[in-house]
């Protein structure tokens, strides 16, 4: 039987491939996800919009026989900035059903597999992380993207109680500002947003992918397995600051 892979959804750019790079470090075999081709991904990757459910059905159909997956980071996300009074169904579709919808399709996806995954010792070693956000506390001009956030640790605390008979366990990571490509888009040098969001942080910087992904390999390793339905905050400091992002 080859070894227990981890996808990663959003996998070739900014948090997704920090996630999977430290996991190929550490030794842990890895299938991607993303809607393009990357010729220098470093391990497979299968290519779908998750945003197309049947596209989607398809893609993790093929992952599910492809490889025996026992641990799901769903990480593909999307942000669109719309204060109250101009936010858009379209927008608000767009947001929850990436953030949201995908997440769920992809845990039903590969539920069967993760319940079923065991060490060599026949110990559970299932493990869903969720990625949300600091902005699930409150986000200025973002209301649509902290609820959809924060929809994800309803999902992560209900899927942890779920679960936690069958030893599998789901964690949440909530990044603060990480510089990536989401977040150069959505605050480009020289707009305001972006010099107040960092005046925010405590620590008075953005945090680097890898950072993130550090949180993320933790709630996949053997040691995090009595770590269930908990959401870690990596965010500088921001989600404890008075000042709001
Ligand atoms: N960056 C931040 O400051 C920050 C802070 C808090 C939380 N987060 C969350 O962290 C996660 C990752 O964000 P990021 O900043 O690393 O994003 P990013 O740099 O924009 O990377 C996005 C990744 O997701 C893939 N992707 C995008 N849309 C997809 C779709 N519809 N279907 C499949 N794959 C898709 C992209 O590849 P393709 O374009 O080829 O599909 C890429 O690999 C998101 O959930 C985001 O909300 C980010």
């Known amino acids: 039987m080859t070894a227990a892979h981890t996808l990663v959804t959003g996998a070739t750019r900014g948090i997704g491939r920090a996630i999977v790079e430290l996991l190929l470090a550490q030794g842990q075999p890895v299938v991607g996800l993303a809607r393009r081709p990357d010729p220098g991904f470093p ?3 299968v290519c779908a919009d998750l945003g197309d459910a049947a596209a989607a059905a398809q893609a993790l159909a093929e992952v599910a026989q492809r490889w025996p997956v026992a641990r799901l ?3 593909a996300g999307v942000n669109q900035l719309q204060p109250l009074g101009s936010i858009t ?3 608000m579709a767009q947001v929850f059903d990436l953030n949201c919808r995908a997440a769920v ?3 039903q996806a ?3 597999g993760i319940r079923a995954a065991r060490d060599a010792a026949g110990r559970p070693v299932g493990r869903i992380v969720n990625i949300s956000s600091r902005s699930l506390l409150g986000r200025l001009d973002g209301s649509v993207y902290a609820a959809a956030k924060a929809a994800l640790v309803g999902f992560t605390r209900s899927w942890a109680l779920e679960l936690a008979r069958e030893g599998v366990t789901v964690n949440c990571v909530a990044p603060g500002p990480v510089a990536t ?3 150069e888009r959505n605050n480009p040098p020289g707009d305001p947003r972006r010099d107040r969001l960092l005046g925010a942080v405590p620590m008075q910087r953005m945090g680097a992918p890898e950072e993130i992904a550090a949180a993320v390999a933790y709630f996949l390793s053997p040691a995090a397995g009595f770590t269930t339905g908990q959401t870690l905050f990596v965010c500088g400091g921001a989600s404890i600051s008075q000042i709001h992002l």
């Open 89 to 91: 169904d379209a927008a």
């Open 181 to 183: 490509e989401m977040f």
């Open 105 to 107: 399709q992809c845990t």
């Open 110 to 112: 590969l539920l069967p």
């Open 43 to 45: 391990a497979p990757l």
């Open 73 to 75: 980071v769903n990480n």
